[in-house]
């Protein structure tokens, strides 16, 4: 199976967005030493975490649309996975 160019585009953007995400956040404010105790440290990570879970999610969004039968099960997987958490 091959991607088409909007399938390779859309997860070259996302890779770049939230690569870019972690980047920032990273050079801004370093992951280590855990700096708990500012509120800019951590909603600056808590917004590149949630960057990274959702960009991870969509793939694994792609993976079970392009693996299920029926469209309204993968739909139901996508749900799942964007409400509830990834597996």
Known sequence: MSLNPFQ???YAILFIVTLSAIIS???KYPLFPF???SLEWSN???IATVIDYYG???CFCGV???SEPSWGVGMA???GFCLFGSP
């Open 64 to 66: 079970v649309l392009s």
């Open 56 to 58: 991870a999610c969509l």
């Open 35 to 37: 700096n708990t105790e």
């Open 77 to 79: 997987w996508v749900a």
């Open 8 to 10: 390779i585009g859309f």
């Open 25 to 27: 956040t990273a050079s």
């Open 44 to 46: 600056a990570w808590l």
